[in-house]
């Protein structure tokens, strides 16, 4: 047969994957990673577009053409250096990024086909550096001699730290918990993000030069007036949205109900699942209700299954369309037996009679108007309530700002909400503090975050250098 | 590493200790806490500022050898160190002049009581204290408690020293007569109910330290949600002072709970280890 044109798969290469009942039993890593083959095969698949319009979904701007071109070519150093001009944490964002909204929405194969699956390879080649042991450093310029504070060690302050000491700053990381990585650690749980490759990046960061102090609460500990006036010049806050929501429904207060960072925490920060060789405890529910339709409820429902649940609901109050979780995510869920409650809301928690959890009435929703947000507002049908025996129930329906620090930073201006109000590159109103990530935006992406930190690093440089 | 500067038995498993922390020594005011972690795979567990020196830069922390975390903390010497400490946290306690004040303690809580005590005396109060263990082993801190009160009194359960009874009981007659501007107790739960039980009619205005569990103790968890006049409350930002008259003490002992079968396994767990 003479060569044709080569053909286009029109599907994703598949991600080899621990089966749903094997993981279940599991706190591993689901998804496994491409092979060489898998990666070069998938990177074959991509038209090197000229005009790239994959580049215009990533909120940081991967140069994805150019690093899957590396791909194709066999050489993944070269593409992981690529992707990292942009993204100091490829195999965090390969794994966590909301691809189908962002880089993989714009892929022009997606017009026909499956996209390119980006994230996939981002990963695939973050990996291959990290397992191979071949993550170079970078050259650290001589110090310049200003020291710079950020506080709070996600994404969007590892980012500020990473870029400032790239250009000579002498940069220290506040964190109040004891360990860094913020929702990284103590929210994603390993089974998504495998801690072991979150510490790696950390650590790459401090052997550039980047020192973390932990356990230390800015607004308690030290505020931000004295870390201004003892040795710093700057200040980026980049503290999240840590404050859970509840539902302020009757019986939120019994034994057995947990926000999801609590549920979370405990699990992943505290590895309250390896108890009790860990000394951390973490209610093993029979029957557990998970309130809530984003990441961090799936995260929380699907953690309830591994630590042993027979039953995890999910009760979410619009239909799955709304759902404003990751597509794969919602999948994997499903695969596992999680069992979808959409269109529904709980009224309160029963009580079993001794302060603890037995059932949670609920009542079914019809969709009706738009809101505000677009999405159709869901309105309770009377007469529909309903009663799910549990025995765990997690209120994974959102956070707030936290109050403690702003409340100790005089002239730091805040929206409404009590986010930290900033201008177009991450000024706030007090000088010399700068601010990005979820405590401005409210809980958004871990992409995100990071796209905020470079505009913040870029404007403290620019304040500093006058 | 925080590591430990000074070690004494205070009374059978009741101990103190002296840590190193210089910017938390700097920071602490009477009525706030630490939430610690002895080691690598420790639990995080909150526990009162009792004392702190800027001087040595350190704080002196007392606690009772209950459980897994704290008889792990027992277990260690002076030169030890352990992995976190993380503070001062927790609004301090309000000290101003009251007037009269009385200052009840149960058991442990002649620790967190003392600096608050020497305070409101420094604020020119007039300082009874009242201090009461189940016996007279297990009083602890008198002298310390005797310099900080213009008037010390000791109940002990089993009438080994003291007047023989409960906390309750001494407060009681004091209110008679007295005319007291302000009550604090700290101590187990139960008892700050029930002193909040004899002071809510005789409309003395109360304030208890409430010790729910805590996990991060800084607003992001809600482990340590209690109620409070009807309103949740995260105790380790909103407290851990309270108006005792509006606390839902039942509510805060069947939470302090929760993990009772897990005290126990994780107890057992450490046993094991030790033989
Ligand atoms: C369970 C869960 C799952 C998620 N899944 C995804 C996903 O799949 N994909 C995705 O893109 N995004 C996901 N997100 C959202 C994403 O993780 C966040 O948007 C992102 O981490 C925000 O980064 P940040 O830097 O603003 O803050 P955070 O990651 O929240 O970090 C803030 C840090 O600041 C510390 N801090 C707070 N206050 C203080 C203080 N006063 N002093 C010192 N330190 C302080 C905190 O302890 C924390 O470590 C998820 C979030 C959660 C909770
Ligand atoms: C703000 C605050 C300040 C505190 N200050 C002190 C202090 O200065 N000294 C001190 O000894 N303790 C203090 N506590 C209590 C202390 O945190 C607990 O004793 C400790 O967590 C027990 O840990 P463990 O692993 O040793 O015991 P666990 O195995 O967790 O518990 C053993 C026993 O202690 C009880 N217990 C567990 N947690 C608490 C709690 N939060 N309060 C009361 N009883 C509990 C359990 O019901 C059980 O009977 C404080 C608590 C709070 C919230
Ligand atoms: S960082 Fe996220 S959005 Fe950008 S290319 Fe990578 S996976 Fe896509
Ligand atoms: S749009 Fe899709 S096909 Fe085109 S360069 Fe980007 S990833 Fe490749
Ligand atoms: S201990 Fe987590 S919110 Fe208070």
């Given at each position: 047969m003479a060569e044709k044109k080569k053909e286009i798969n029109p599907k994703k290469t598949p991600m080899p994957e621990q089966e749903p009942l094997v993981r279940i039993e599991n706190f591993n890593e689901v998804a496994l990673g491409y092979s060489v083959k898998n990666a070069i095969a998938e990177a074959e698949r991509c038209l090197s577009c000229k005009k790239a319009p994959c580049v215009g979904g990533c909120p940081v701007e991967v140069d994805i053409p150019a690093f899957i071109q590396f791909v194709k070519e066999g050489d993944f150093l070269k593409a992981v250096k690529k992707i990292k001009e942009k993204n100091i944490l490829p195999a965090i964002c390969g794994r966590v990024c909301p691809q189908e909204d962002q880089c993989e929405k714009y892929c022009t194969l997606g017009k026909k086909y499956e996209p390119i699956a980006i994230g996939r390879l981002e990963r695939f080649v973050a990996d291959f550096e990290r397992e191979k042991g071949l993550v170079e450093g970078f050259e650290v310029p001589k110090p310049n001699g200003k020291k710079v504070a950020v506080i709070g060690s996600g994404p969007s302050g590892l980012t500020v730290a990473g870029d400032l000491v790239k250009l000579g700053y002498d940069i220290t990381i506040f964190e109040a918990l004891h360990k860094p990585g913020g929702v990284l650690v103590y929210g994603i749980p390993e089974f998504r993000l495998p801690k072991k490759v979150v510490q790696a990046e950390i650590e790459f960061l401090q052997k550039m030069g980047v020192k973390i102090q932990t356990d230390v609460v800015v607004g308690k500990t030290v505020t931000i007036d004295e870390l201004l006036n003892q040795e710093y010049q700057a200040v980026f806050i980049g503290i999240g949205a840590g404050l859970p929501l509840f539902m302020g429904i009757e019986g939120e207060n019994l034994n057995g109900v947990y926000s999801a960072n609590e549920f979370l925490t405990r699990v992943n920060l505290m590895k309250a699942y390896l108890f009790p060789e860990y000394d951390t405890?973490?209610?093993?529910?029979?029957?557990?209700?998970?309130?809530?339709?984003?990441?961090?409820?799936?995260?929380?429902?699907r953690t309830a299954l591994r630590l042993g649940a027979k039953k995890v609901y999910l009760v979410y109050r619009?239909?799955?369309?709304?759902?404003?979780?990751?597509?794969?995510?919602?999948?994997?869920?499903?695969?596992?037996?999680?069992e979808f409650i959409f269109l529904t809301l709980p009224k309160r928690i029963l009580s079993r009679g001794n302060g603890w959890v037995g059932a949670i009435e609920c009542i079914k929703m019809i969709l009706g108007e738009p809101d505000e947000t677009g999405r159709r507002r869901p309105v309770p049908v009377s007469g529909s309530e309903f009663i799910l025996d549990v025995d765990v129930v997690v209120v994974a329906i959102g956070t707030r700002a936290n109050p403690l620090l702003p409340s100790t930073t005089p002239g730091l201006r805040l929206n409404e909400k009590g986010y930290i109000k900033i201008n177009e590159i991450g000024r706030t109103s007090k000088k010399g503090v700068f601010a990005g990530g979820d405590i401005v935006t409210g809980s958004a992406t871990v992409i995100s975050a990071m796209g905020a930190g470079r505009t913040a690093a870029r404007a403290i440089d620019e304040y500093l250098s006058k | 590493m925080f590591e430990i500067l000074k070690k004494e038995e205070l009374a059978p498993e009741i101990y103190l200790i002296e840590v190193k922390a210089e910017e938390v020594a700097k920071k602490a005011l009477p009525g706030q806490f630490v939430i610690i972690r002895v080691d690598e795979v420790g639990e995080r567990i909150p526990l009162t500022i009792v004392d702190f020196k800027s001087q040595n830069k350190s704080i002196t922390l007392v606690f009772q050898a209950v459980g897994k975390t704290t008889k792990k903390l027992a277990s260690l010497k002076v030169g030890d160190k352990i992995v976190d400490l993380v503070g001062p946290l927790g609004k301090p306690t309000e000290i101003k002049k009251y007037g009269k004040v009385i200052c009840v303690a149960g058991g442990i809580g002649a620790a967190p009581i003392f600096p608050i005590a020497r305070e409101l005396k420094r604020a020119k109060n007039y300082v009874i204290t009242i201090l009461g263990a189940r016996s007279k082993e297990l009083l602890i801190l008198e002298g310390n408690l005797l310099a900080v009160s213009h008037e010390l009194h000791i109940t002990t359960d089993d009438g080994s020293k003291g007047r023989h009874g409960l906390v309750t009981d001494a407060l009681k007659e004091l209110i008679k007569e007295n005319k007291v501007d302000l009550v604090i107790a700290i101590g187990p739960a139960i008892m700050m109910k029930f002193v909040s039980e004899v002071t809510k009619p005789e409309k003395i205005k109360t304030i208890v330290s409430l010790n729910p569990i805590m996990v991060d103790g800084t607003g992001m968890c809600g482990a340590c949600r209690v109620e409070v006049g009807e309103k949740t409350k995260f105790c380790c930002v909103d407290g851990p002072d309270f108006d005792g008259h509006l606390v839902d003490w039942n509510l805060l002992l069947s939470r302090q709970k929760v993990y009772l079968e897990e005290e126990k396994i994780a107890l057992e767990s450490l046993s094991e280890k030790a033989s």
């Open positions: 405890p973490i209610k093993r529910g029979e029957k557990v209700a998970v309130v809530g339709g984003g990441n961090v409820a799936l995260d929380s429902a619009r239909s799955e369309k709304e759902m404003p979780c990751r597509h794969e995510e919602f999948e994997h869920a499903k695969e596992e037996g999680v | -």
